[in-house]
Nanobody
Framework: QLQLVESGGGLVQPGGSLRLSCAVS?????????IGWFRQAPGKEREGVSC????????TYVDSVKGRFTTSRVTANNTVHLQMNSLKPEDTAVYYC???????????????????WGRGTQVTVSS
């Protein structure tokens, strides 16, 4: 069974940076999975943030984070990272990573396409 564990969340001031990590286990190769990052703010629906295709291919980002967030994967240690720069208060949310055996990333990842999820890590952007 696929397991995902997020880490790296915390409290940061506006304009600061955080690097989230998603450790994936219980599979044959990370390259078989598309990995998505999602977030959910209080009172809001979970939304797609970023996606990285299989075999470290293309990445997609929701418009609100383009130019600020970068997703990458390190297959050797089964980890996917989300580097978040120039953070804003509206980025405050619980961030989740998820995995799917789908052929490619949608322009904005959809929660319904992903079946395996981590438990999330809190990111708070506040002065």
């Amino acid at each position: 069974q696929l397991q995902l564990v997020e880490s790296g969340g915390g409290l940061v001031q506006p304009g600061g940076s955080l690097r989230l990590s998603c450790a994936v286990s219980g599979f044959t190769t990370l390259d078989s999975y598309v990995i998505g990052w999602f977030r959910q703010a209080p009172g809001k629906e979970r939304e797609g943030v970023s996606c990285i295709a299989r075999r470290g291919g293309s990445t997609t980002y929701v418009d609100s984070v383009k130019g600020r967030f970068t997703t990458s994967r390190v297959t050797a240690n089964n980890t996917v990272h989300l580097q978040m720069n120039s953070l804003k208060p509206e980025d405050t949310a619980v961030y989740y990573c998820a995995a799917a055996r789908i052929p490619f990333c949608a322009p904005v990842p959809r929660t319904t396409a992903f079946r395996s999820w981590g438990r999330g890590t809190q990111v708070t952007v506040s002065s």
